[in-house]
């Protein structure tokens, strides 16, 4: 008898490893304000050759876009998987009232919304993603996941931090939405880090993060989220690698446009991004667990400058492809089949991609907005969505698009449209509405009945 109860055990146990020892580690580095054409392998003003390899060595789509090309919404969508329209989360968090900002309160008090004087349609966007929605960490710890955040949140305050939103431990979180410097004092409004002595904040939180995965000792998968502070503004580079680029004859951007903060300061800083990547992933070889981690990388919207090919950036036109295009690999060792991607995808698909990463069924979880990319990358295949992907914010007339196939409808509060063929017009500077009204009319149709289904109808152009 007690052989047989031995056996059993052994079975259960010799199962439960293996579903352990299939199951991935992950790594997700988040960049802030990272545009598609800022590392290497794009342009050759900057050099980024750690995040170049990552490219060579895994899937590399070519058309990824944000959901809402902005700090605090395109967090809340790779967090929740739900579009940030759905979310009611449109602009970045804002809890002052500088420059005419209204607050809304809570029935605790609490400033659960605001609105700004410059959005046509008054939208009255929330502080904080509510604690009802299941999060990416909550997900995944059903499957057994252990889960560090490293970095800006952005998306709640005390209450709403990561912490709060399933994940095991947090590192370097504040309310800010930005650093105050890159070096210290880091944050005026937060103790977070205040040991560092003259380290650069993306080098302090590299150097946790390399602690995590050094120390790390559970008999479970892990998930180290990555969200940098860096290459947001203030534009302050690494010491060293601004001298770098200034040696090499880098100087201010000709499309800067009058923004403060000089281009060999923000080649700078992708720079100091690569060099994260780089170190993590030397630590995870050193560890041995390389070729059972998975390494995702993206950017929450456009630069703060624009490159060429594309129109718009962060600030300017920015659901246009400058704007809202970003870099996005993923890499499984034995899993990926390397190499360029053109599937049209979006930051909704990164949630269901863990879960099902993770073993788990995406299909149990309402109203998520995006797809698993699992079969996609595993072949190397070309995504067929079935429908479009929708881009989304509340700032200034310009405010959803809607892209479908080559093309893109790009839609303002005035009712004003605009028709591109991205394909052909990857500059966005060839409008053909005019010659193609059943497309518009075809698009907008679309964009209509999604504005309905995610309930912002009421504050649309389109209606």
């Not at 899937?59 to 979310?87: E, M, N, W």
Request: aromatic residues 10%; contains cysteine; glycine residues 8%.
């Amino acid at each position: 008898m007690k052989k047989v109860i031995g056996l059993a055990l052994a079975f259960v146990l010799s199962s439960t490893l293996a579903v352990a020892k299939t199951q991935p580690n992950i790594v997700l580095f988040f960049v802030d304000d990272l545009g598609w054409n800022s590392l290497g392998y794009r342009n050759s003003e900057f050099e980024t050759p750690n995040i170049d390899q990552l490219a060579k060595d895994g899937i590399d789509f070519q058309q990824a876009y944000v959901a809402s090309p902005t700090c605090s919404p395109s967090r809340s969508t790779l967090l929740t998987g739900k579009h940030p329209a759905r979310l009611k989360m449109v602009r970045h968090v804002r809890t002052d009232t500088k420059k005419g900002v209204k607050l809304i309160h809570d029935d605790m008090g609490r400033p659960s919304h605001h609105i700004i004087p410059g959005d046509p349609a008054q939208f009255p966007s929330k502080n904080w993603v509510d604690l009802e929605n299941v999060s990416y960490a909550e997900a995944l710890k059903e499957h057994g996941y252990y889960n560090v955040f490293l970095g800006k949140w952005h998306i709640g305050e005390e209450g709403f931090y990561p912490v709060d939103q399933g994940f095991d431990r947090q590192i370097g979180t504040t309310d800010q939405g930005a650093p105050s410097s890159y070096y210290p004092d880091y944050f005026k409004t937060s103790d977070e880090l205040a040991d560092s002595e003259d380290q650069y904040l993306t080098d302090r939180l590299t150097d946790e993060a390399i602690g995590v995965i050094e120390g790390y000792d559970k008999g479970q998968p892990f998930m180290i989220s990555m969200w940098y502070y860096n290459v947001h503004s203030p534009n302050q580079g690494r010491k060293d690698l601004v001298e770098r680029y200034k040696k090499k004859g880098m100087t201010d951007h000709p499309q800067g446009k009058g923004l403060a903060g000089k281009i060999y300061d923000y080649a700078a800083q992708v720079t100091a991004v690569d060099e994260s990547v780089g170190r993590v992933r030397a630590a995870l070889e050193e560890k041995g667990i390389a070729d059972n981690t998975v390494i995702i990388f993206t950017s929450d919207q456009g630069s703060l400058f624009e490159f060429p090919p594309y129109r718009g950036s962060k600030r300017v036109d920015t659901l246009c492809e400058g704007g809202a295009r970003v870099p996005f690999i993923i890499n499984w060792p034995g899993v990926t089949k390397s190499g360029p991607n053109e599937s049209v995808v979006q930051t909704t698909d990164i949630f269901p991609t863990l879960v099902e990463m993770a073993g788990g069924n995406p299909k149990k979880y309402e109203d998520l907005d995006g797809v698993s990319l699992v079969k996609t990358f595993k072949r190397n295949k070309t995504l067929k969505r079935g429908e479009p992907i929708y881009g989304y914010r509340a700032y200034q007339d310009l405010y959803a698009s809607v892209r479908e196939g080559d093309w893109k409808l790009l839609a303002y509060r005035s009712g004003a449209l605009e028709l591109y063929n991205v394909e052909k017009d990857r500059e966005e500077q060839n409008e053909v509405a005019k010659q193609h009204p059943e497309k518009v009319q075809e698009l907008v149709m679309k964009l209509a009945a999604w504005e309905r289904e995610v309930e912002v109808d009421q504050y649309s152009g389109v209606q």
